[in-house]
């Protein structure tokens, strides 16, 4: 069992469509791929449950036979950062809670496990006013040990952004093994190119896909999830 945790630049960066994109590329080499994406901000209600898009998103990719609660059971309504949102509706996120759902996740035994993290690296958990000392989604990644991939936002400042997070996440004693270009934006970066050279250069661990904006209007998100997948480089994560 792999245990792959995916990070990103900053927020909307793609994480949830490389994360859909890479669990369709490890079930095209015959592989059981598990989800998770603990928490999320910005949802809404159908019956009893609380549906997040992206988390939506990911449960229909996979093939572990999760529902919707197992890949996402923390859930606010506003769509904002995830420990304002807490405290707006009186709750408080604990680790133990976010490990507890990743175990039921780990119980489906499958070949590789996903999951998505929510905005960048060091994303709080807790307010600054709280009782505990501060939280980050990355001490949750620290308590699982899992290896990191990280999605590189290809637009103006990604280099720094990638270095420090990269930077971050070795820090906190966690292998980075990958990283992916992701342009998340209909507006090609500048000197596209340069960058991800630069980027080849700057990141020691081995680029697994650049993914480009697809513009074909006649594409349904899932036609463009399922071609992103074919350009995702697994060998190294399936050994």
């Known amino acids: 069992m792999k245990n792959l945790f995916i990070t990103a630049t900053d927020t909307d960066a793609g994480k949830t469509f490389v994360a859909c994109a890479m669990t369709q590329a490890l079930i095209n080499t015959g592989k059981k791929v598990a989800v998770y994406k603990p928490i999320a901000a910005g949802c809404h209600r159908e019956g009893d449950t609380w549906i997040n898009e992206d988390a939506q998103l990911l449960t229909e ?39 507890q759902g990743y175990e039921q996740v780990k119980v489906i035994n499958a070949d590789i496990n996903i999951t998505e993290g929510a905005g960048g690296w060091r994303l709080p958990l807790t307010d600054n006013n709280s009782s505990q000392h501060n939280l980050f989604l990355s001490d949750f990644v620290k308590t699982s040990q899992q290896s990191v991939i990280l999605v590189v936002n290809m637009k103006l400042g990604c280099l720094n952004h ?24 209909s507006q090609p970066m500048n000197n596209l190119a340069e960058n991800i050279i630069s980027l080849e250069q700057l990141l020691p661990m081995p680029k697994i896909a650049q993914l480009d904006f697809y513009h074909d209007s006649a594409m349904t998100l899932h036609d463009k999830i399922c071609a992103a997948a074919n350009e995702i480089d697994c060998s190294s994560l399936i050994l």
């Open 162 to 185: 990638a270095l420090l997070t990269y930077e971050a996440i070795k820090a906190d004693g966690l292998t980075c093994i990958a990283w992916i270009a992701n342009t998340a934006s």
């Open 61 to 99: 990719f996979a093939n572990g036979g999760q529902n919707i609660n197992e890949v996402n059971p923390i859930t606010f309504v506003d769509a904002i950062a995830p420990h304002i949102a807490a405290k707006k509706e009186n709750l408080i996120i604990s680790i133990d809670e976010i490990v």
